[in-house]
C-alpha cells in the first residue's frame, strides 16, 4: 500500500536537478511503502530484506537530501534516535501515535484511526486554534526486553 506516491518525490528530486541514483530511488521506494517513521537502520534492514546492499551512510544522505527538499518529518525518539516519514501533506491533522520501548528503543506506530481525534476537535472548537498537528507517545517496555 503506497502512502505517497514515489513518482512525484522522483519527478521533484529530478526537477531541482539531482540525479536519481539507485539508492534515491530506493530509500524513496521504502519510506514511500511506510506510514511509520523509519530509522537509517530501519530503512537498511528493509532493503537487505529485498536483497538491496545500501550503506548506511548513503541511507543518511537520501533522508539529508529528502529533509532539505521538505518531503520528511523527522521526529526524535530517544533511544531509537531520529526516524522519518514522508509528509503527507493532504491529511487534515498531521498527527503520530507510538509505543516506544524505554530499554531498546524498538518504536510501534499506532495506525488506523486517530484515538484522540475528537480531543483535537473539541479543542479547535474551543481554543479558535488551528491545530495542525499532534504526538501521542506512549514509553514502556516491550515484550522482547520483558522476556530478558
Known amino acids: 500500500m503506497t502512502f505517497v506516491k514515489p513518482d512525484d518525490i522522483i519527478q521533484?528530486?529530478?526537477e531541482r536537478g539531482y540525479r536519481l541514483t539507485t539508492a534515491r530511488k530506493?530509500?524513496?521506494?521504502?519510506?514511500?511503502?511506510?506510514?511509520?517513521?523509519?530509522?537509517?537502520?530501519?530503512?537498511?534492514?528493509?532493503?537487505?530484506?529485498?536483497?538491496?546492499?545500501i550503506g548506511v551512510a548513503s541511507i543518511y544522505r537520501v533522508l539529508d537530501l529528502l529533509k532539505s527538499l521538505g518531503l520528511l518529518k523527522?521526529?526524535?525518539?530517544?533511544?531509537?534516535?531520529?526516524?522519518?516519514?514522508?509528509?503527507?501533506?493532504?491529511?487534515?491533522?498531521?498527527?503520530?501515535?507510538?509505543l516506544i520501548c524505554s530499554q531498546c528503543g524498538h518504536t510501534e506506530e499506532l495506525l488506523g484511526e486517530c484515538p484522540i481525534s475528537h480531543?483535537?476537535?473539541?479543542?479547535?472548537?474551543?481554543?479558535?486554534?488551528?491545530?495542525?498537528?499532534?504526538?501521542?507517545?506512549?514509553?514502556g517496555v516491550c515484550p522482547l526486553c520483558r522476556e530478558q
Open 119 to 139: 480531543i483535537a476537535d473539541k479543542l479547535e472548537r474551543d481554543s479558535g486554534y488551528q491545530i495542525e498537528e499532534h504526538w501521542l507517545r506512549f514509553f
Open 12 to 14: 521533484l528530486i529530478q
Open 74 to 98: 523527522s521526529e526524535e525518539f530517544g533511544v531509537g534516535g531520529e526516524k522519518y516519514r514522508l509528509d503527507n501533506e493532504h491529511s487534515h491533522h498531521h498527527h503520530s501515535h507510538q
Open 26 to 53: 530506493k530509500v524513496i521506494g521504502i519510506l514511500a511503502n511506510h506510514s511509520e517513521f523509519l530509522g537509517a537502520y530501519d530503512i537498511h534492514h528493509l532493503l537487505e530484506q529485498e536483497n538491496t546492499r
